[in-house]
């Protein structure tokens, strides 16, 4: 018990408990099953996409680049059913995925074979990828009824009351686990971030698991935009504007070191999660979009805060053990 106190997901868990309490007070209908659905719903695209950029951040790296890989893949497969409504849903979905895995391998090769710095990389990467989407729509839009009846309600099919939305994020969430916790190449991705010189005296081939990653991101971000773009009915060139920023806020928010080498899936869904309460939770509450953004930043950085008040209290208590014991 007192080993599960100390762990990071889980005073993310009770915080985020405390301001559902505290948000409920105020209106009782947060609590409504529906409205819990619609966060959900709200955060299932962050949460995948989340995952990716987990991966990047625990080898030591960071990928700026995903909101403009949302927003091309997205855009690219919205103009493709625009033009060829004939084409099957399920090869869409492939397309997208395909799209995305080709602008993470981008970013993957100019890492692990140039050897530019991942910041410098994706922060060039997400100009490019952003301008081939002003490219691709020439500034118009696609939209609600250009798409079919197929590609607008994929993400809306429901089973049980829940959408495919959030089985789809679901399914993303127990394979990455599976991957990073259970695979011996999931295990060399923390070894990469944890310590990199000892990982190549290992055996542990760095370019490969710095492509790797990178390629993998690509490839829920495609799957991203296709959901992100069929969701909203909406495909334009400013979908996904600063949703970096959110998936970054979402892994260091859930306990994962911006220094690389550790860091859980489980944190980064409650990181998810807790952004999904807050932009819900003030929209309910009735504040003004003026103000919006500056309390979810202030409720973010608390958030961290706290994160990281607690880890290194942590590591001086496990420090104090060390000596004790020697």
């Not at 950029?53 to 091309?72: F, R, W």
């Not at 691709?136 to 079919?148: I, N, P, Q, R």
């Not at 990653?213 to 060139?237: D, E, N």
């Not at 805060?305 to 290194?312: F, H």
């Amino acid at each position: 018990m007192m080993s599960l106190f100390k762990k990071r997901e889980f005073n993310l868990f009770v915080f985020i408990l405390f301001i559902i309490f505290g948000i409920s007070l105020r209106t009782p209908s947060f609590l409504k099953l529906s409205n819990l659905v619609d966060i959900l719903n709200d955060t299932a695209i962050l949460s995948m996409v989340a995952i990716g950029q987990l991966m990047i951040i625990v080898t030591g790296g960071i990928d700026l680049s995903v909101g403009s890989s949302v927003a091309l893949s997205g855009m690219s497969v919205a103009l493709l059913n625009q033009y060829h409504p004939e084409i099957p849903i399920f090869m869409i979905i492939l397309i997208s995925i395909t799209i995305g895995l080709l602008l993470g391998s981008i970013n993957g090769l100019l890492v692990s074979r140039a050897k530019i710095p991942p910041i410098i990389t994706t922060l060039g990467t997400m100009s490019i990828y952003r301008g081939l989407v002003f490219v691709l729509c020439k500034g118009s839009w696609v939209s609600a009824h250009e798409m079919t009846e197929a590609f607008r309600g994929f993400p809306r099919r429901s089973f049980l009351g829940i959408s495919s939305l959030i089985y789809i994020s679901i399914l993303i969430v127990i394979l990455f686990l599976i991957f990073l916790n259970l695979t011996r190449t999931g295990r060399e991705i923390y070894g990469v971030g944890g310590n990199k010189i000892a990982s190549q005296y290992v055996g542990i081939n760095f370019k490969k698991i710095n492509y790797l990653v990178f390629a993998l991101c690509g490839g829920i971000t495609g799957l991203a935009g296709f959901l992100w773009v069929a969701r909203y009915a909406a495909a334009q060139s400013e979908t996904a504007i600063g949703f970096e920023l959110q998936t970054i806020a979402a892994c260091v928010i859930g306990g994962v070191s911006i220094m690389g080498g550790s860091g859980t899936i489980i944190g980064v869904m409650l990181g998810a999660f807790f952004i999904g309460i807050v932009y819900n939770a003030l929209t309910m509450i009735n504040v003004s979009p003026f103000w919006q953004m500056a309390i979810q930043g202030f409720i973010i950085l608390f958030a961290i805060i706290i994160n990281t008040v607690m880890d290194k209290r942590n590591q001086q208590l496990m420090l104090r053990r060390r000596s004790f014991n020697e």
